[in-house]
């Protein structure tokens, strides 16, 4: 295998893990980021046991064990009738089944970040990308907002994100977002600690809390706090104050008092928007986009952070195993287009039942499929869709025990 120069465009999870897998197999990377010191953004996020192989490949599973939550069942009610609408256990996959973590995206952060820093992979921060261009070489450049450039490189791996700059925009921003905010785990109030559970009322409305253990910096474990709102009522959210929003939470979730005291101001809360989109052509000449710059959802199958560690670790295989970077990148998608395409329509098909306006849907869903939800197969499928191994992804890349 030949060293290569590589430009990894973002450091998120999805850049700083690809980085350092290429890293690894001593490749020359360089990673550029925007901002002037790297830093994470967002609350809570579920680590599967799909990324947590990715992350054991790394040598840094037993770090985001410490760092987080052990999740074994996610579990949703809906009100007011006390139904219960998902229950789902890991344990329906039988003895190796394995478990979700709750994390903080800053914990997860700090972990990549330390690798990529003690590996010595530099970081160019400052430099806002916007576009690559073919270079005569056949590498690929990096153009920035500032006029300048950089490269060639042999390959420019894209992990801005959703609002990537280096892909024609494509897909679709979705109706719900949703008020996010990482706070102290409420001793007394009642919560498991070893479960994602949610509160609905039909699928407009949706509260969840997530335990995502230790923050970096933090001695009390913290939970992640979410509430369900449409993008066009955000405004309207803000004008009307905590106070109302509240009461309406409370009323949804009394045992969510302990959490909505230490929110006293709207800066406490994050809000999160979310696209549905799938790039046509993930990869072209000296260019592949992995992780949200190559197909984002909603957050309700908890598969992002899983998806982009599986996309780093397929395409530093696809690099290794191949002769050529064209091979490489035609190799990668084909590892992943499967996977990808199934989790993209289970998450198009299950949002709506979660988050949405009809009255349709979580009808059915609370008088229908709760119910039968609730056996086996269902528990088994539901299990595995949630645990990202739908597709047998693991074993197509050679990541099973």
Known sequence: MTPRDIAVAGCGPAGLAAALMLHRDEHRVTIFERFEAPRPIGSGLMIQPTGLAVLRHLGLAEAVLAAGARIDRLYGEAAPSGRIVLDVGYRALGRRAGFGIGLHRAALFDILHRAVVAAGIPIETGRTIAGSEAASSDGRRLLFADGTGAGPFALVVDALGNATTLAPPTGRALAYGALWASLDWPDGAGFDGAALAQ???????????????????????QTAFFWSLRTDRLEAWRRAGLDPWKEEVRALWPATALLLDQIVSPEHLTFARYHHRTLARPAEPGLIHIGDSWHSASPQLGQGANMALLDGYALAKAIRETAGIADALARTVALRARHVALYQAMSAVFTPVYQSDSRVLPFIRDRIVGPVASRWPATWIQAAMVSGLVGRPLQRLGLAS
């Open 199 to 221: 509160r609905y009322r039909r699928a407009s409305v949706m509260v969840g809390v997530l335990p995502i253990g230790m923050a970096p910096g933090r001695v009390v474990p």
